[in-house]
């Protein structure tokens, strides 16, 4: 599962990283704490085709959808199953995208009974793209952007830390999860062992369990107990 995670990167640096047109109109801001519900970019192709930089809102809430209630408990579909899905399968299809990231955070229980933070991220500071998909829901107050992160099942020293991670997306790949029409399996590969060996496992202070906190502080490095095993609640 992927509860928490960090973007800071401002939409000039992230439009450009991406190749994206910014359309997301001075919205976006530096969140080092971002939980479900919370606006957020994301890149996708636009329906005038081009590949722009959006804000959408973590928690997908299909077109179909009668109320936006459910968002908070649709911020995950699974790989495994998101292509026949029935909440998930046309978005699959049709509309996915990238979600940028530092990286993200999940908890294991220490041998002391506290749940130890640890923050992903790339070791050389470099962007990650999450994996996503998106809907557009039209709601009492307009149009909604929404999205959800796919998961896959971790893999390395990141089975340590819980037995699922985001489906991340190097570069190369990029432009095939946009636009291509080919077999799910490829789509849903996850990274090789080489490219996931480039992720540091970081342990980070406590404050980052309250949604309610944020900034750089929540993702430096902290020192830390022996673990007792991954811890089940990732989001609070």
């Known amino acids: 599962m992927c509860g928490r995670y960090a973007t800071t990167r401002g939409a000039g640096e992230l439009s450009g990283l991406f190749e994206s047109l910014d359309e997301t109109d001075g919205r976006l801001g530096p969140d080092h704490n971002v ?16 590949r722009a930089l959006s804000v959408g809102r973590w928690g997908l809430v299909p077109s179909w959808s009668r109320s936006a209630a459910s968002a908070a408990r649709m911020i995950n579909a699974r790989a495994e ?25 999940e908890w294991v229980r220490a041998a002391d009974g506290r749940k130890q933070p640890y923050f ?23 149009a909604l952007l929404t999205f959800s992160v796919l998961t896959t099942a971790a893999r390395g020293e990141l089975a340590e830390v819980h037995d699922r991670m985001p489906l991340l997306l190097p570069r190369q790949r990029w432009e095939a999860w946009l636009t291509s029409t080919g077999e799910p399996a490829e789509l849903l590969a996850p990274p090789s062992p080489q490219w996931l060996a480039g992720l540091e496992i970081r342990p ?14 929540l993702t430096e490095r902290v020192p830390t107990a022996p673990a007792a095993g991954p811890e089940e609640l990732t989001l609070f």
Do not use: K
């Open 204 to 217: 980070v202070g406590a404050a980052v369990g309250d949604v309610r906190n944020d900034g750089p502080q």
């Open 35 to 50: 939980a479900p519900t919370d606006p957020v970019p994301l890149v996708r192709v636009s329906p005038e085709g081009h």
């Open 120 to 142: 992903m991220t790339p070791l050389d500071g470099s962007v990650l793209a999450l994996a996503g998909i998106w809907s557009v829901w039209d709601g009492p107050a307009g």
């Open 81 to 105: 199953t998101v292509a026949t899905s029935r909440a998930y399968a046309g978005a699959f299809a049709r509309r996915r995208c990238l979600v940028p990231a530092d990286g993200w955070y």
